[in-house]
């Protein structure tokens, strides 16, 4: 059974700065695509960013790109998220997912979800 637990998340001012870790067990880690999701209070989850098992192919929600940056440690089954100049509207409970073979931007195509992390930024 794969196990997704995501951490770091928290409280931040506009402007600044969080890293979110997700680290995967029970599977072979480079098995996996890996995605990062966001869901905000009555709002759809929707797509923040994703990666290919390499790392080497990335892809960003416009509201993200040149914002956050996506990557991964394949010798720690950990994929990260650094979220940099957060804005109020980053607001969300923030989920990594896996998904076999390639990226994806469709929460649907993913096989295995963490529990989530709650992001807060003040304004």
């Known amino acids: 059974q794969v196990q997704l637990v995501e951490s770091g998340g928290g409280l931040v001012q506009a402007g600044g700065s969080l890293r979110l870790s997700c680290a995967v067990s029970g599977g072979s880690f480079t098995d996996y695509a890996m995605g990062w999701f966001r869901q905000a209070p009555g709002e759809e989850r929707e797509f923040v960013a994703t990666?290919?098992?390499?790392?080497?192919?990335?892809k960003y929600a416009d509201s993200v790109k040149d914002r956050f940056t996506i990557f991964r440690d394949n010798a720690k089954n950990t994929v990260y998220l650094q979220m940099n100049s957060l804005k109020p509207e980053d607001t969300a409970v923030y989920y990594c997912?896996?998904?076999?073979?390639?990226?994806?931007?469709?929460?649907?195509?993913?096989?295995?979800w963490g529990q989530g992390t709650q992001v807060t930024v003040s304004s």
């Open positions: 990666i290919s098992w390499t790392g080497f192919t990335t």
């Open positions: 997912a896996a998904k076999r073979r390639v990226t994806s931007e469709n929460a649907l195509a993913y096989d295995y």
